[in-house]
């Protein structure tokens, strides 16, 4: 059974950074491409980054793109995502999730992945 597990959420103030990690385990991490999703409070889960199963293609959504990096540790089977220059309206619930998808095009539709973490909260404060 694959199990994800998010750590590295936190409080922090807006200008800030949070480095948040998925620790994978039960499953051939490298067969995965990851992603992050969030979730605020009353609106829907959205993507936020991807990686695919090498870590050779990237996708972000446009609220994240210059300012949040994903990147992957096969040998420690752990995707991680860098926060950086961080705002209240990042504010939510950070969820890791593992894909059964070799295409070079990674996913970012939450239906296309196959396991997903309990989540972690992030909270900016202005």
């Known amino acids: 059974q694959v199990q994800l597990v998010e750590s590295g959420g936190g409080l922090v103030q807006a200008g800030g950074s949070l480095r948040l990690s998925c620790a994978v385990s039960?499953?051939?991490?490298?067969?995965?491409?990851m992603g992050w999703f969030r979730q605020a409070p009353g609106k829907e889960r959205e993507f936020v980054a991807a990686i695919s199963w090498s870590g050779g293609s990237t996708d972000y959504a446009d609220s994240g793109k210059g300012r949040f990096t994903i990147s992957r540790d096969n040998a420690r089977n752990t995707v991680y995502l860098q926060m950086n220059s961080l705002k209240p309206e990042d504010t939510a619930v950070y969820y890791c999730?593992?894909?059964?998808?070799?295409?070079?095009?990674?996913?970012?539709?939450?239906?296309?992945?196959?396991?997903w973490g309990q989540g972690t909260q992030v909270t900016v404060s202005s």
């Open positions: 039960g499953s051939t991490f490298s067969s995965y491409a």
């Open positions: 999730a593992a894909a059964r998808w070799r295409r070079t095009v990674v996913p970012i539709l939450p239906s296309l992945y196959n396991y």
